[in-house]
Nanobody, 118 residues
Framework: QVQLVESGGGLVQPGGSLRLSCAAS????????MGWFRQAPGKSREFVSG????????LYSDSVTGRFTISRDAAVNTVSLQMNSLKPEDTAVYFC???????????WGQGTQVTVSS
């Protein structure tokens, strides 16, 4: 079992930055596929960014490419998402997820709210 806990959300003005963290426990996530998703009010959950295993590729949705950066800190079993040049349309609850193999994401965090507003 993997437990995921997100942190770092909050209120930020357009153009600002936030750094989200996803701390994992219960298993070493360095050999997991990891992903960040978000869900805005009235919309379905969408993929934002992720690490693939074992290729170690980083993936980004078109809407965040060039603004968001995903990183992994193996020493503390954490995955982070640096979000720059934030826009009001980035407002959502952001979730961290993990999976070993197969298409389905097995483990999810509880989410952290990001609000971009002036």
């Amino acid at each position: 079992q993997v437990q995921l806990v997100e942190s770092g959300g909050g209120l930020v003005q357009p153009g600002g930055s936030l750094r989200l963290s996803c701390a994992a426990s219960g298993s070493n996530i360095n050999t997991y596929n990891m992903g960040w998703f978000r869900q805005a009010p009235g919309k379905s959950r969408e993929f934002v960014s992720g690490f693939s295993w074992p290729s170690r590729n980083t993936l980004y949705s078109d809407s965040v490419t060039g603004r968001f950066t995903i990183s992994r800190d193996a020493a503390v079993n954490t995955v982070s998402l640096q979000m720059n040049s934030l826009k009001p349309e980035d407002t959502a609850v952001y979730f961290c997820a993990a999976r070993r193999t197969g298409p389905g994401w097995e483990y999810w965090g509880q989410g952290t709210q990001v609000t971009v507003s002036s």
